[in-house]
């Protein structure tokens, strides 16, 4: 797989992302106009984490970590019957954890409550709504594995498409729900969008892996020499995704602290989250997801030049876009807010404490696109060992200055911890990175880096100033905020590409000739 290849594969996961976070929005806005970040948003918030939070262990940390690498070197040395039979093994294996997880996390709810969001035992009833929902929405687990077993199998054949659309399958089922059920049942309308929803997800992989030669195994084997390689990468993953969710969890709980950070917090706090993964999923998360099959059959074939090669494209290319991605949700935090979400249940107080949320997660953009393309890299070597170290550091690094920062900054200070320590895992992996495999090209990547922010800067002045000038005026109706709010991100953008390629980014003028003159 060529570069343009690979931008041509992670464009296509990226259209598809676009369609279901366009979808996502749409879905958000209902919930904040329907539940704000009153009790029940916050009750799904924590019910629907639960099993998201086991979620990259067995599902979509076990595709990028083992299945991927694992199955794609496979492809390439054994014959098509062994390969799917070491992919039904794979399935065999998942479906008995995965159902396991689901009926552990439906007996034991109430105690999972507990931990993640200790705050809510100061209202009985928020602890209620949570336990019963969280009970409701387990199983969803099974679907985001099945799905997620279906994608590494998939994309370790080099098809993206059907896994890529799956989201949007379920960001429609679930506003249905908020517009069918919500008004009538409540909460529990949107959760039961989520399952439904899931179940779709599985579904929609069926048809391309029958296409591609895959067929029930009638005797549940569950024992294979790749099933145990997967499981050997699988283990110090597991440890990394706990680690990363401890993290997660630890946010979680101090944002249910209500008399230290505000009333609200667990819902603002997903909120901003959902924003700023919006560039995040588009482009890093994409291009990770492309890339990592290049990567592991160029390992597989011991190419290390062309391994460091895709590092260093794919870190520049994600710097392009998640330098002026930050900078433009930062400077537009507000306003951003305030169109997309303010209205019904979520107030002008929901607006003030998600925008300070959403600011400060914007300053770790960049690392957290950083970290998929370089965790992407370990993963197709073998390596899920360093991945975990870098994360425990990280884990601490975020304790500390969360505990630091919760009591200045609010929620701020919560965000603000999570970008510093996500920028300090970017520089430790890309240190050993270079240890392990030599230098992929530090100096291009900054030079790159340092041409991106100044053409950032040009697009932050000029964003600014609009901003003020058109975003401001508190009489506007929402149909004409959004529409000077759309008219102001795409002049921003038309800036900064104009500047990126005044500069010189290889990535922007490569993207011109694309547009304009096609690449052949």
Not at 113 to 124: K, N, T
Not at 426 to 443: H, M, N, R
Request: glycine share 8%.
């Amino acid at each position: 797989m060529t570069n343009f290849k690979l931008l041509k594969s992670s464009g296509m996961i990226g259209s598809a992302t676009v369609s279901s976070r366009i979808l996502g929005f749409f879905r958000d806005i209902l919930v904040a106009k329907l539940f704000g970040t009153n009790i029940f948003a916050q009750a799904f918030v924590v019910a629907f984490r639960l099993p998201n939070m086991l979620r990259d262990m067995v599902g979509e940390g076990a595709t990028n970590a083992a299945i991927v690498p694992v199955l794609s070197e496979y492809r390439h040395v054994r014959t098509e019957e062994e390969y799917w039979q070491a992919a039904r093994v794979i399935l065999n294996l998942m479906l008995v954890v995965l159902v396991v997880l689901s009926a552990a996390g439906v007996i034991f709810a109430p105690i999972l409550v507990r931990v993640i969001a200790p705050g809510f035992l100061r209202d009985p009833e928020k602890f209620r709504i949570a336990v019963s929902l969280t009970r409701v929405v387990f199983p969803y687990i099974l679907f985001l594995g099945m799905t997620a077993y279906a994608k590494g199998v998939l994309n370790s054949l080099h098809y993206f498409m059907a896994p890529a659309f799956a989201p949007v399958v379920l960001n429609v089922t679930m506003i249905l729900s908020l517009v069918l059920l919500c008004p009538i049942i409540g909460i529990k309308g949107l959760v039961i969008g989520v399952l439904v929803g899931g179940l779709l997800e599985v579904l929609l992989q069926i048809v391309p892996l029958k296409k591609r030669g895959f067929k029930l195994d009638k005797s549940f084997r569950l024992v294979h020499p790749v099933a145990k390689r997967i499981g050997r990468l699988l283990l110090p993953r597991m440890a990394g995704t706990a680690v990363y969710q401890l993290s997660v969890l630890i946010d979680t709980v101090l944002a249910s602290l209500a008399w230290i950070v505000g009333s609200g917090g667990v819902a603002a706090l997903y909120y901003a989250n959902r924003l700023v993964h919006l560039p995040l999923a588009v482009f890093g998360i994409s291009l990770a997801t492309a890339a990592l099959p290049k990567m592991s059959k160029e390992v597989a074939s011991k190419d290390i030049g062309k391994l460091k090669n895709t590092v260093a494209f794919s870190l520049k290319v994600v710097f392009t876009v998640m330098v002026p991605a930050a900078v433009g949700l930062m400077i537009l935090a507000g306003p951003i807010i305030k169109t997309l979400f303010q209205r019904g249940e979520f107030t002008a107080y929901s607006t003030a404490i998600t925008s300070n949320a959403l600011f400060f997660y914007s300053l770790g953009l960049c690392a957290y696109a950083g970290i998929k393309i370089l965790v992407s890299a370990f993963y197709s070597m073998g390596d899920t060992r360093t991945p975990v170290r870098t994360a425990a550091c990280s884990l601490v690094i975020n304790i500390v200055l969360n505990l630091i920062l919760m009591y200045p900054l609010k929620l701020g200070g919560l965000a603000l911890a999570t970008s510093v320590a996500a920028t300090v895992n970017f520089l430790i992996l890309y240190s050993i990175l270079t240890v392990k495999i030599g230098d992929v090209g530090t100096g291009e990547i900054v030079k790159s880096f340092i041409k991106t922010c100044v053409a950032a800067v040009v697009m932050a002045l000029a964003t600014f100033f609009m901003a003020r000038m058109f975003l401001y005026n508190t009489g506007m109706a929402s149909f004409v905020m959004l529409m000077r709010l759309a008219a102001v991100i795409f002049v921003s953008a038309v800036i900064y590409l104009v500047s990126a390629y005044l500069m010189g980014l290889e990535g922007v003028r490569k993207l011109v000739k694309m547009v304009f003159g096609g690449v052949k």
